[in-house]
């Protein structure tokens, strides 16, 4: 199997190789169109800033082409966000795969960003096999996409809000499988298999 992590502007790619090592998987990190649409898997990880991540992936057109892409994809945190239609930071347009608003988590006496871990509610996805209602998943983030129909996981803090969603082929987590133990190994193997 042909695993490939998209490379941008964007960090955390380090951390995602070593869990697919972990696995026994390895993976290529590259921007070449080519071996992205002939992967198997795509993993569109990322921590950083919307809107510098954006133009990153526009000079290279990998806006366009991560959208008609075919095979299972999985945006983890940046990634997740930047799937969606439209951002708070920086008043950011995105991909729109998902119709879907990345907000800032309202000042609520609760630090921001949310650091550590948080557990993840309503588990509806073959993403989520073998893992339990209430899991602990580790969380880096500011931003946050609201419930919606996609949700295949929510999470709680500050507000309710979608943790994981799904549409079609395309797959994404707020959270970093990557740093969250054996449940989220589960997670990424759930996606490769």
């Given amino acids: 199997m042909k695993v490939v992590i998209i490379k941008y502007n964007a960090g955390n790619i380090r951390s995602v190789l070593f869990a697919l090592e972990r696995l026994g998987v390895e993976a290529v990190v590259t921007d070449n169109h080519d071996e992205i649409r002939a992967a198997d898997r795509v993993i569109f990880p990322g921590v950083g800033e919307a809107s510098s991540a954006m133009k990153y992936l526009k000079e290279k057109k990998l806006d366009t082409l991560i959208c008609s892409l075919t095979q299972p994809v999985l945006g983890i945190c940046l990634g997740m966000q930047l ?8 008043d950011t347009n995105c991909l729109g795969i998902f119709d879907q608003k990345v ?83 589960k997670i990424l193997e759930n996606f490769l298999g």
């Fill in 83 to 90: 799937m969606c239609s439209h951002s708070e930071e920086n």
């Fill in 103 to 185: 907000r800032l988590f309202p000042n609520a006496g609760l630090k921001v960003p949310q650091i550590g871990w948080n557990n993840i509610l309503e588990l509806k996805s073959k993403l989520f096999e073998g893992i339990d209602e209430n899991a602990y998943m580790y969380f880096v983030h500011s931003y946050y996409v609201e419930n919606c129909a996609e949700a295949i996981a929510k999470t709680d803090y500050v507000v309710e809000y979608s943790c994981a969603i799904q549409k079609n082929n395309f797959y994404a987590v707020q959270f970093h499988p990557e740093k969250s133990g054996d449940a989220g190994q």
